[in-house]
């Protein structure tokens, strides 16, 4: 081989070296992403899903907390119509 062919195989090892220390970065830096989206991912569903203190836990609460408040106000729209039946009734007779 000669020197010029020798030095161009040099040159394109080197490009060679290169290019993969370029490839290894970048899959190390899309494993470093992918381990904070699972962990981020992780997070996620605990928020969500903690039976105890999750976003459906907190949602089932404040749908209790309606109903309770609805059946409240049903209490008090049946003793105010009861009240103005009475008195009704009441000036009447």
């Known amino acids: 081989m ?4 020798q030095q161009n195989v040099d040159q ?7 290019l993969e220390d370029r ?3 970048a ?16 997070k996620i569903k605990e928020a969500v899903y903690n039976p105890d203190n999750g976003l459906y836990a907190r949602l089932r609460l404040l749908e209790e907390d309606v109903k309770q408040k609805n059946k409240f106000l049903w209490l008090l729209l049946s003793m105010g119509i009861g009240a103005i039946v009475t008195a009704v009734v009441s000036h009447m007779g």
């Open 2 to 5: 000669s020197p010029a062919e």
């Open 12 to 18: 394109l090892a080197a490009r060679v070296e290169f």
């Open 23 to 25: 490839i290894m970065d």
């Open 27 to 42: 899959l190390m830096v899309l494993k470093e992403n992918q381990e904070r989206m699972s962990n981020d991912i992780s």
